[in-house]
Structures are given as C-alpha cells and as structure tokens.
C-alpha cells in the first residue's frame, strides 16, 4: 500500500521483497545504497511482551557506513513520528523514546549509506496492536500516512 501510494506520487519504488508472506530481507541493503535510492524505509511488526503495544522507528547509530547518513536518518524519523502522531497513531510504551529508538546491532540500519528507517509498526504479541495491523483500513491509513512523511523529508533534504 505504501508504494502504491509514493508510486502515485510520482516516486520511483523498489522492494526487496516480492510478497507479504516471505520473511525478510531486512538486512539486504541492495534497494537503497546500492541503487542510489535517496531515502529507505524497512516496515515490520515486533513481536514484544503482550503489556507492550505502540509504533517504534528504529534509527541507525553512526556505527559503520551508516556514519554519512545517520543525521539525515534522525530527521527522518522524526518527521515520520510527528505524523504518525499526528494521525492518531501512538508510540511504543515500551520501546525507545517518544517513538524512537537508536540501534547499534542492526546491520540492516548500519550498513546502509542511504537515510534510513525501520519502523516497528505494533506489537503482534498485543491484541489490540495485532487487530489493528490486520484491518484493512488502518494499514491504508499508516501507508498515506508514511507517505506523506516520505514527500515532507524528501521535499526539504539540502
């Protein structure tokens, strides 16, 4: 849903992976750096403790080739956690803070030259966030949602 939308704005979209029911590649890097994307964003559900629930952007830390683009990366996560907030859509209660938490240990971040993002979009072990990733249309109203957020840092990059 979410390239559907960037794609009818008139962004070029590649995905690493062709379907929703294959696992992974969030350690593949090739459809940002390595195809001079200038923004990536990798989407995923955690699977936490049941108590937690909530939205977390996980954002690189400077370590490795991340170095030239994790400023860039921060300033993406926060507009991308304004509008989610925004939108009525609430940070983790257990992760991170105000929705956002740095990441050492993610090749996936760390690796990339690209600004980049992953963002925990609920946690699947909690029955409210888990209803809500299945319903149809709050996973429209997150991808138009992250959309926008994608045009506002793409729009205002120096």
């Not at 195809?35 to 108590?51: C, E, L, Q």
């Not at 990441?103 to 690796?111: H, I, T, V």
């Not at 925990?120 to 926008?148: F, H, I, V, Y």
Request: a positive charge; glycine letters at 10%.
């Amino acid at each position: 849903q979410l390239a559907d939308s960037l794609r009818q704005r008139g962004a070029v979209v590649i995905l690493t992976r062709s379907d929703n029911a294959s696992v992974g590649p969030c350690v593949n890097d090739r459809a940002a750096s390595g195809n001079g994307a200038d923004v990536a964003i990798s989407i995923h559900g955690d699977g936490a403790p049941p108590t937690g629930h909530g939205f977390t952007l996980l954002t690189p830390t400077g370590v490795g080739p991340s170095t030239v683009m994790t400023r860039e990366a921060n300033r993406l996560a926060g507009i991308v956690r304004n509008h989610l907030e925004n939108a009525y859509f609430f940070p983790s209660n257990y992760l991170g803070t105000s929705g956002i938490q740095p990441r050492s240990d993610l090749a996936g971040l760390n690796l990339s030259t690209t600004p980049k993002i992953f963002i925990e979009c609920g946690n699947m072990k909690n029955a409210s966030d888990a209803r809500d990733m299945q319903d149809p249309t709050w996973r429209n109203r997150l991808a138009g949602t992250l959309a926008d957020a994608l045009a506002v840092f793409l729009k205002s990059r120096p």
